[in-house]
């Protein structure tokens, strides 16, 4: 919203597009900045809102009590054909399915925003452990006159620590998952980064249909780390059974 | 490209209805013969025919049952269905009302040139007054605010209703409630 702008003339429509809710989070925040400065723009915003309330104080009469019987004897033939019950059914599981995906989303949206900070903590020890890694590549490396690091067969080695896929694989209440931005030694490749948002990355499959429609058949989704838990160990089981 | 399934509670009525369950029928009746008439009362200003075309737009619902896919929101569907039939009665050669204006380029409204009301007037006059305001205003200027701004219908929804760009449902909102802004005398018109 330019301040060289004439209140008069310019911000008609966005003074209706606000107040349809239809304005960008910035442009809407400039908006409401400047009608706090501007007591006519205050009083323009008013006046179209006074529009919106008489619009719908307008009276509404009552549907007549045989519209309802009207329609239905309108059609002559009485009940027309249903639909195939297994094109209604593949409907239904398909609503439940983007009812869920769309939760979901709304989930990571959510678990982005609150870990920000945190990831952006994860990328510094991330970037720290890669410059510590990098000087003891450079300190180990076979230079002329030096003898390199002896190759230890991989049966003679020390058992792996565990890793985050051995840990989700390991009974264990979903409390303990590991959390996704906390940097893991052993798993260089999911340390740091966001595994819901490395999933399709690396080719792995979504949570399936039928999984997401018994989960909101159990009512379970409504909780947003449980999803982000599910979500994630389901990713771990994966990348362990891959 | 398979068509996207939207989450909606009337949808999945409607759903329910087409795999044979009567009652979900009855149920959006309830849920939406209210707004639909009060909707086509206000395209029309002819109780008549907007109970008419309300009886019609419901009968095309039960009719859809062999054939419904849930490709938008139900109110997407519903108010296409109800904007589309009194677009076809206001544009009957024969008929006479009051809304012959189809040009959203009409010039402009007579309620600029209408004396401002005065500060004390009461809810009843001020909403005769709309009303008739709203009843000049052209075709798709009414749809848009009253869909808008009554039914709460993002613009995106509006546009798909009235076959036309987001950016112009934003526009016609606009003019329609700046000139019926200017009717109620406390100002809100375009200068």
Redesign the interface.
């Given at each position: 919203v330019s301040e060289g702008r004439d209140d008069e003339a310019v911000l008609d429509e966005e003074l209706s597009a606000f107040l349809d809710g239809e304005l960008e989070p910035a442009r809407a925040e400039a908006l409401r900045a400047r009608l706090a400065r501007s007591p006519a723009l205050a009083a323009r915003l008013a006046a179209l809102r006074r529009v919106d309330d008489g619009l719908r104080a307008l009276p509404a009469r009552d549907v007549p009590d045989d519209l309802l019987g009207r329609v239905k004897a309108q059609e002559p033939r009485g009940e027309p054909p249903a639909l195939a019950v297994e094109a209604v059914e593949d409907a239904q599981a398909k609503l439940r399915v983007a009812e869920v995906r769309a939760r979901l989303r709304r989930a990571r949206r959510h678990a982005g925003r609150a870990r920000r900070p945190r990831r952006r903590l994860a990328l510094a020890v991330g970037a720290a452990a890669a410059a510590a890694l990098l000087a003891l590549a450079l300190w180990t490396a076979p230079l002329p006159g030096r003898r390199g690091p002896e190759r230890i067969p991989p049966s003679a080695r020390a058992p792996r620590p565990a890793t985050p896929d051995r840990v989700a694989r390991a009974p264990q209440p979903p409390a303990a998952a590991p959390r996704r931005q906390e940097p893991g030694p052993a798993a260089p490749e999911v340390a740091g980064a966001d595994p819901l948002a490395a999933a399709p990355e690396l080719g792995l499959p979504e949570i399936a249909d039928d999984e997401l429609a018994v989960a909101l058949e159990l009512d379970a989704l409504e909780d947003l780390e449980l999803i982000e838990r599910l979500d994630f160990l389901q990713f771990l089981a994966r990348q362990g059974s891959g | 490209m398979e068509a996207?399934?939207?989450?909606?509670d009337d949808?999945?009525l409607m759903?329910a209805f087409?795999?044979?369950d009567?009652a979900a029928f009855?149920a959006l009746?309830q849920r939406w013969?209210?707004r639909v008439?009060?909707y086509l009362?206000?395209m029309l200003r002819d109780?008549a025919t907007a109970?008419e075309l309300?009886?019609e737009v419901?009968?095309r619902v039960?009719?859809a049952?062999?054939?419904?896919?849930?490709e938008a929101r139900f109110s997407t569907w519903l108010y296409t269905i109800a904007t589309n039939l009194a677009r076809n009665e206001l544009r009957r050669p024969a008929r006479r009302h009051p809304h012959a204006s189809s040009d959203d380029e009409a010039g402009p409204p007579l309620a600029a040139a209408l004396p401002a009301l005065e500060a004390e007037l009461d809810?009843r006059r001020?909403?005769e007054r709309?009303?008739r305001e709203?009843a000049r205003l052209p075709e798709r200027q009414r749809s848009a605010?009253?869909l808008?701004?009554?039914e709460g219908l993002?613009?995106a929804e509006v546009a798909v209703v009235l076959e036309t760009s987001e950016k112009a449902v934003?526009?016609l909102?606009?003019r329609a409630?700046?000139a019926?802004?200017a009717c109620?005398g406390?100002?809100?018109g375009?200068?």
């Open positions: - | 996207q399934v939207r989450p909606d949808v999945r759903l087409c795999g044979g009567a009855d009746f013969a209210g008439l009060r009362d206000r109780p109970e309300a009886q419901f009968v039960f009719r049952r062999s054939g419904y896919r849930p809810a001020l909403g709309l009303e709203l605010l009253w808008a701004a009554v993002p613009y934003k526009a909102v606009h409630r700046v019926l802004a109620t406390a100002g809100g375009e200068t």
